[in-house]
């Protein structure tokens, strides 16, 4: 006979207790003797629950896995809710087993057991009570978080190992577990990690999961405009600079207090403040850092892990991306892929032209694909100029083609509706030209002004669509400059002329006439302007072409013609006839400019043109 202490500090046996084994439980359950089965769910939902009992109860409930049918739905809803990741490990191996076998025999659980595994993607929540107040907080002990992460995954293999159709069961449960985008950094960084780590052993889910995940940053993305991620920082820097300010000189610090505001201030200086960019900013770096993982191996390219990676990307982009107007940075998912390899690049380019010249696909996907071509050829500095000429040359040509057509038919007037892929590809060539003519024209100078003359931009400046009046106004004026002074295209008499005639005068309310215009008619964006996001940017930074400011010599030097003629009259032949006498040169004086000289906010991180006011 077991004395008082020796029976509570022992287990009980489950025999003694419930009359027999769990088999027998679960028979007198089914005939309507209750009794045991009771006890039987309140030792499995006793927190104080030791181990080994854990362990004797699995080991029995595995044995006893074909009496498990629908009708036992709430004890295996118990079992699964026992706190198992915490236990010892015999115990995490021994539940693993379990799994195995449940799904195995009734394959009725197989959604539950998928969702309690995915439930454990995030960090668990842990009240601490502090003076009779309960707090909640993430449990996020990072050596025992990783470890639940990877047992959890391992339980995922086993589960997937026994039912083959374990995928397609396991994707709307992912979709439905994706945590609302206003929850902490920490949970979501924690679920995208997990939801990447499950495409490298379940690859079927890749493609959708990566649509998932894009998906949740582009509605993170198009809510936190660069202008309020900007804004934001701002005023962190100034609240930043008022506090140091106002705290100087109060006291002196003790130096291991001085060394501790020093560290604090280096990690926060990766941090963004605008608390939807800070989320968007730690989850783009993990995707960054996947695509590059996927696609090294040993830290040598793998060309057939990158190409299938590299198609899955595309089929994303194209679905999600090419619809989604103005998105500032998960576009450049595409952007760090080509980045690996010319052929990437070259591929995505020829995709994306595919698209700009298909009249089967819809209007507004054709003008976002020639923003995309402009803007990669621009800023993406892994691609060579002989590349860039490449699709000089695809895009230039199709314009001509364009302008043959239209000269023959009743449509030849400027409207975006009607052309609205043309002026994009104007658009695409003017903004690569302004960024890329430095190295069309390095090394052999005649050749390279000998190409640019045989693009033949004057039949594309003064055809009637009269792409200048549609393109952004930053953009056409850095054109019109570079154009002039290398004596391909004088631009500025047909700037002038639609200043006049495009823009309609209205009655202000506070007298006088007042002109009002539209910066931006073919409501265009540059999807690769400049990456804000501080931690992830370190990832696009080596690949990034910024946009040089020009210095007082390249601005003295941009306002003159080139001289491409050995004598001055020949010089002076050529801007006589381009120059309209009786306008004065108007399309060179400040006032000609004075309705482009603002980049519309779409175009922020475009090269500014206030110069041409200040200069020219």
């Not at 090419?322 to 576009?331: G, K, M, R």
């Not at 631009?491 to 910066?519: A, H, K, M, W």
């Amino acid at each position: 006979m077991l004395g008082g202490d020796e029976f509570i500090s022992s287990p009980p046996r489950k025999t003694v207790r419930f009359g027999g084994t769990l088999t027998d439980v679960l028979l007198k359950y089914q005939k309507g003797e209750t009794t045991d089965f009771e006890l039987l769910k309140h030792q499995l939902l006793d927190p104080e629950i030791k181990d080994a009992q854990i362990i004797n109860w699995l080991q029995e409930f595995r044995a006893s896995v074909a009496y498990l049918t629908k009708d036992f739905e709430q004890l295996v809803s118990i079992l699964l809710k026992l706190p198992w990741l915490s236990r010892s490990q015999d115990v995490v191996e021994e539940y693993l087993g379990f799994l195995g076998n449940l799904v195995s025999a009734q394959t009725v659980y197989l959604r539950s057991c998928l969702r309690m595994i995915a439930s454990h993607f995030i960090p668990p929540r842990v009240t601490i009570r502090e003076d009779d107040v309960d707090i909640s907080d993430s449990d996020d002990d990072e050596e025992s978080l990783s470890g639940n992460f990877n047992t959890c995954h391992r339980a995922l293999q086993t589960i997937a190992k026994y039912v083959p159709s374990t995928p397609q069961f396991l994707m709307p449960i992912l979709v439905e577990n994706f945590p609302f985008i206003n929850k902490s950094e920490r949970t979501l960084e924690c679920y995208v990690h997990n939801l990447l780590r499950i495409t490298v052993y379940l690859p079927t889910l890749r493609l959708e999961i990566l649509e998932l995940i894009v998906e949740k940053l582009l509605k993170i993305d198009v809510s936190a405009p660069r202008q309020d991620i900007e804004d934001a920082e701002e005023t962190a820097k100034n609240s930043d600079i008022k506090e140091k300010t106002t705290e100087e000189g109060l006291f002196d610090m003790e130096e291991d207090e001085e060394t501790k505001e020093n560290k604090d201030t280096f990690s926060r200086s990766d941090m963004m403040a605008h608390p939807l960019a800070e989320r968007l900013d730690i989850l783009m770096n993990i995707l960054f850092s996947y695509i590059k993982d996927i696609c090294h191996v040993d830290g040598k390219l793998d060309v057939n892990n990158t190409k299938d990676l590299y198609r899955d990307l595309v089929t994303v982009f194209d679905k999600l991306i090419l619809p989604t107007h103005a998105s500032c940075h998960v576009q450049y998912f595409m952007f760090h892929i080509c980045s690996f390899k010319l052929g990437f690049a070259e591929a995505f380019l020829d995709h994306l032209w595919k698209k700009l010249q298909n009249p089967n696909n819809p209007v507004v996907i054709r003008q976002t694909a020639g923003s995309y071509i402009g803007s990669f050829l621009a800023r993406a500095n892994f691609i060579p100029i002989v590349t860039v000429k490449a699709c000089m040359d695809l895009l230039v040509n199709w314009l001509h083609v364009y302008i043959d057509n239209q000269d023959v038919g009743t449509k030849a007037y400027c409207d975006v509706a009607l052309h609205g892929p043309f002026y994009s590809t104007c658009q695409a060539v003017f903004y690569a030209l302004i960024f890329r003519h430095k190295q069309l024209l390095d090394g052999n100078l005649r050749k390279g002004l000998a190409y640019l003359q045989n693009l033949n931009f004057e039949r594309i400046v003064m055809c009637q669509l009269n792409p200048l009046k549609i393109c952004l106004p930053s953009i056409v004026s850095l054109f019109a400059a570079i154009t002039r002074k290398y004596q391909l295209v004088f631009c500025y008499t047909i700037i002038e002329r639609n200043n006049r005639q495009f823009l309609p005068v209205i009655r202000s309310s506070g007298g006088g006439d007042s002109v009002q215009t539209c910066t931006n008619p073919l409501d265009s964006f540059f999807p690769f302007d400049p990456y804000i996001l501080k931690r992830s940017k370190k990832t696009i930074d080596p690949i990034y072409q910024i946009w040089e400011e020009l210095s007082t010599e390249d601005l003295q030097e941009l306002k003159k013609p080139f001289k491409k003629c050995t004598t001055e009259d020949e010089d002076d032949d050529f801007l006589k006839g381009e120059t309209p006498q009786n306008d004065g040169m108007v399309g060179i004086t400040p006032n000609s400019y004075d309705s482009n000289i603002l980049s519309p906010a779409s175009s922020v991180g475009s090269p500014p043109v206030t110069y041409v006011q200040r200069h020219l």
